[in-house]
Structures are given as C-alpha cells and as structure tokens.
C-alpha cells in the first residue's frame, strides 16, 4: 500500500523515479480506508532531503499511511525555504488536539549543547509530553533519541572523544522484541554523532530495555512502555551518500573530520561508498508500523491516552 502525502510535496518526485508508490491526497480520499496517521517532527536543517529519507522508509508497507509535517514554531529554519515549510508544514500548537498512531522525532544538530542551552527546548519538552498521550508509538531517532531517553527517564548524555560516524556492526540483546524480528544476528546500521548514550545509566531504569548494541558505536536501539516509545540512537534511514556529504562538508570547513568507518571502500574518500544498510532501514520502519503501531492502535483515533 501507498503513503499518503500532501499535493505537491517534492519528494514524490523523488520516490517516484525510484518506483515508491506514493499517492497524493486527492487520490486517496476517494479510497474508503483508514489509514495509519503518522505525524513528523522534521527538526533536521535539510528537510526536504530528511522527507525523502523517511518517506521511502515509510512507504515500504503493506499499510495506508497518512503522513503530516511539522517544525517547530520557535526556530527559524536557515536552510529550507519558508515557502516549503508555509505549503507542506504546521506547528505543533496546530495539532496538538490530535492524536496520532504514530510520530517520528528526527536529529537535529545541536547535540554538542546541553539539552537546556537548545533555545527550542522548551517546545520540544512540551511535544514529549505530549506524545505520552496522543500518540500510539513514537520513534526517536538519533538526538531525539538522547532528548527523549533525558526528558522521559533522566538518561544523560555524554561527550565522546571523536565523533562516532561510520556504518557499524550491532549485535541483539533482545531477540524476542518485535522491533528486530526478522533481523540477522549481527546487522549493520549508521551512526553519526558526537555524544552517546551508556549502558549503565540504561540499566539502573528497569522501565528501559536496550534492544541492540554496537560494539563500536554503543546502544543502538532502546526501548519503553512496551514500545510506545522507541529511541534509535542511529540514522538507518540515511541515503548512500549522506555521510560522504556530511564527511565532505565539514573538510570544506576545515573541521579535519574522521573517516566514516566500515564506509568507503578502504577508507578512501575518493571511492564511492557501498551501502551495507538498507535492507535492516526498510525492515526496522516496517516492524515499528506493524507491531507497534498498526496492531497497538485503536480503531477510533480518540481512544489513545
């Protein structure tokens, strides 16, 4: 089954060329069904780039799912034009009297600051809160992650001594949590960050589980309230190149980045790199939809507290 997203969106081009069904609005409201109501919280600098990274994820389902996009009212995006965010995005002061079967909270790059220091902090704590009851399941990813481990659980966060990036081996710990099912013993999966969460701030909360782990890279996967709240500290949904853009835009800065691990052939910059990650992405977004969403949700929207 298709996503559902709004007219216009650019990147239904995009997922078209790659043969992703997307339907558009118009479409889909002639269709008597109920489909799944995701909502996003893009707090990423390239949106558009981060929409066609979730929604190609998204779209591997056999689920209807209808997609909404919001930002937050107290930051000024530098990087994505106001007419996009006026045409495809709301607030959440917009629809906070929803509720949702499920809801996506992206990274953001400010996770070198204190929680506290983020000035659209107060906003995202408001959102947290509010995912507690109006939403099905949520999924955290990257420094949402760290946000929501912080603002549900008191789980600090802490500075590493050179930014983790790379495309990382993980092992399970869990093997009966519907999150992994279907998934190898050991998988591979993106990490792209400066600070990490630890196991032993995890395992003092017993309302916490840890999922899945990297040796290298640390936790992976957390997770809470039997899965209303999921928090992956990596970035599955990224494309073949973003971490080459990424390692390629902080060399131009003169920031001397590390190599991103286990990507490049040989570490060599120069060579294109080889995506080892995209079959678990599309695996880990279908097991949240199906097990966590779609047979945890009610029927009637309203019922979710």
Known sequence: MPIKIQDGLPA???????????????????????????????????????????LRLLSNSALQIEVELIHTATHNSKNTAQEHLSVFYKTFNQIKKNKYDG???TGAPVETLDFEQVHYWPEIREILKWTETN????????????????????IPKHPVENKISGVFEHSILKSKEPIIRG???????????????????????????????????????????????????GHSEYDPLTLKDEYDRDTKKGLNPVIPKNYFPGDDPKKHPVVSWRSHAHLLFANWLNYYVYQMTPYYLSDIH
């Open 135 to 154: 939403v099905t399941s949520t999924l955290h990813i990257c420094w949402a992650a760290q946000a929501g481990l912080y603002f549900h659980y008191g």
């Open 12 to 54: 239904a081009d995009v997922l078209n060329s790659e043969n992703i069904f997307v339907m558009s609005e118009t479409r889909a409201v002639a269709q008597d069904i109920r489909p799944l109501k995701i909502v996003i919280l893009n707090l990423m600098p390239l949106k558009k780039t981060t929409e066609v990274h979730l």
């Open 103 to 105: 809801m996506i909270i």
């Open 183 to 233: 998934f190898d013993d050991r998988f591979l999966a993106p990490h792209s960050r400066y600070t990490e969460i630890r196991r032993e701030d995890i395992e003092k909360n017993r309302k916490l589980d840890i999922i899945s782990e990297s040796e290298e890279a640390g936790i992976y996967i957390v997770s809470a309230r039997g899965g209303r709240q999921i928090f992956v500290t």
